[in-house]
């Protein structure tokens, strides 16, 4: 009875053993591909033009396996997304960002520079009529003549008013109007009763429109009790 307990029990092991070996590839996970993961997630991100992460990847591969022909199609990929960024962030007007990206399509594709050359040019282009900007507003700024009550540089100036002195104000008047008209300011009149706020604006607009008949003023009211009458002059940006 013995022998036949122990024979059955070496029969169900085995058994057991069999089934063990025999189901152990098909229950099994796979172990994924490391690089169809890189390839994956690169792809990814040229889609989503995530381009220096894409860049970045695509450096590791190649330096995991430089002749793969592969690669060599996704780092035209990654140029030509490069280069498309490039044209939109131009059209945007960012002159530098359109350049940083049109470096990095010219270090990943130097053997085909005629892909770059229309991008190349309309940056050149934007960079010359930027620059031909900045000239004129410089020239534009040193044409001007010295300003006589506010300084040029200040976001803006006021200019407490001699109402007490008609003589006074009348020649402070006259210099406030020039620097109204040379440097395109833009007018606060400050006063601590309403009723003086007509008869100083007129002074102003008089002086102003025979300066320069075209010249828009409007100036803006500001009835302050504790303060002087007073004129904020806020010049125009060159």
């Known amino acids: 009875m ?34 169809a993961t890189a390839i994956a997630q690169l792809e990814q991100n040229l889609a989503s033009s995530e381009l220096a992460t894409a860049e970045d990847q695509l450096a590791t591969l190649q330096k995991q396996t430089p002749d793969d ?9 990654l140029a030509e997304a490069y280069l498309q960024r490039s044209q939109i962030v131009l059209q945007k007007g960012d002159v530098n960002a359109a350049a940083t990206a049109l470096s990095r399509a010219r270090a990943l594709m130097p053997t085909a520079p005629a892909l770059t050359g229309g991008v190349n040019s309309a940056i050149a282009h934007a960079r010359k009529a930027e620059l031909d900007k900045a000239e004129a507003a410089l020239k534009a700024a040193e044409a001007r003549p010295p300003a006589r009550v506010i300084d040029p540089a200040a976001e803006s100036t006021t200019v407490t008013l001699n109402i007490e002195d ?11 109007a020039q620097d109204i008209v040379n440097y395109q300011c833009a007018v606060s009149l400050q006063v601590p009763r309403t009723a003086d706020f007509p008869w100083l604006s007129t002074l102003i607009s008089k002086r102003v429109k025979k300066l320069d008949p075209a010249f828009d003023l409007k100036v803006e009211r500001q009835i302050i ?13 060159p």
Do not use: E, W
């Not at 070496?10 to 590839?25: D, N």
């Not at 022909?69 to 990929?77: A, D, E, I, K």
């Not at 009790?225 to 940006?237: E, M, N």
């Open 2 to 35: 013995k022998l036949f307990n122990s024979r059955y029990l070496l029969l169900a092991a085995f058994s057991l053993l069999l089934g063990a070996c025999q189901s152990t590839p098909s229950g099994d996970t796979p172990v994924p591909d490391a690089r």
């Open 69 to 77: 022909p592969q690669l060599v199609q996704y780092q035209r990929q």
């Open 166 to 176: 008609i003589a006074k104000l009348r020649h402070q008047l006259n210099l406030i």
């Open 225 to 237: 009790r504790h303060v002087p009458a007073q004129i904020v002059l806020i010049p125009s940006k």
